[in-house]
């Protein structure tokens, strides 16, 4: 079993910057990737970028390429998303979530994920 747990939301101007953090624990091995997902209000789940655990790969979804890096300490456990240059379209409720080893070691499906964390808002304004 694996938890995680967000920190790190919240409300800024846009143009500036935010540093989300997700925390993994329970069995950190019987992951393949990790992943942030974010949905905004009214809509569906939506890919925001992966990081292959074993060697450090990461994949972005279009829209935060330039803006958005995500990043892993293995040691700590952690996942890190640093997004910088937010618009007020990236506000959503972003979720950090965990691929089990099956299949590809990444994926932008929100249903390849087993895990997930609670959730965290970030709020952009214009």
């Known amino acids: 079993q694996v938890q995680l747990v967000e920190s790190g939301g919240g409300w800024v101007q846009a143009g500036g910057s935010l540093r989300l953090s997700c925390e993994v624990s329970g069995t950190a091995f019987s992951v393949d990737g990790m992943a942030w997902f974010r949905q905004g209000p009214e809509q569906g789940r939506s890919f925001v970028a992966a990081?292959?655990?074993?060697?450090?790969?990461?994949h972005y979804t279009n829209s935060v390429k330039g803006r958005f890096t995500i990043s892993r300490d293995n040691t700590k456990n952690t996942v890190d998303l640093q997004m910088t240059s937010l618009k007020p379209e990236d506000t959503a409720v972003y979720y950090c979530?965990?691929?089990?080893?099956?299949?590809?070691?990444?994926?932008?499906?929100?249903?390849?994920?087993?895990?997930w964390g609670q959730g965290t808002q970030v709020t952009v304004s214009s």
């Open positions: 990081i292959v655990w074993s060697d450090g790969s990461t």
């Open positions: 979530a965990a691929k089990p080893p099956m299949g590809l070691y990444w994926s932008i499906s929100w249903h390849d994920y087993s895990y």
